[in-house]
């Protein structure tokens, strides 16, 4: 059983940072890819960062590029988010998600495993 679990999630100002984590656990493969996904109420959910575990290739919604960090300890299991500069249009549920190969897939669908989610709020 493979199981993700997000932390870091909270409120902040406009201009400000914050800093995410996924732990994953149970069985895994040697390479996968690993992504951040977010959505909004009343949105689709919606691709923002993934990076593959073996090369560390990485992949940016255009909307995050510049702003946002994404990388992985694999020692540790854990993906993170470096999130700067913050908007309130960045407010949303973060989840992280997990497939068993190293393509920076930005569809959710493509997909097997999910965190519960994070809520980041912005303030203006």
């Known amino acids: 059983q493979v199981q993700l679990v997000e932390s870091g999630g909270g409120l902040v100002q406009a201009g400000g940072s914050l800093r995410l984590s996924c732990a994953i656990s149970?069985?895994?493969?040697?390479?996968?890819?690993m992504a951040w996904f977010r959505q909004a109420p009343g949105k689709e959910r919606q691709f923002v960062t993934a990076?593959?575990?073996?090369?560390?290739?990485?992949a940016y919604a255009d909307s995050v590029k510049g702003r946002f960090i994404i990388s992985r300890d694999n020692a540790k299991n854990t993906l993170y988010l470096q999130m700067d500069n913050l908007k309130p249009e960045d407010t949303a549920v973060y989840y992280c998600?997990?497939?068993?190969?190293?393509?920076?897939?930005?569809?959710?669908?493509?997909?097997?495993?999910w965190g519960q989610g994070t809520q980041v709020t912005v303030s203006s």
């Open positions: 990076i593959t575990s073996i090369s560390g290739f990485t």
């Open positions: 149970g069985r895994t493969t040697s390479s996968y890819t």
């Open positions: 998600a997990a497939c068993w190969n190293s393509i920076l897939w930005r569809t959710p669908a493509e997909y097997n495993y």
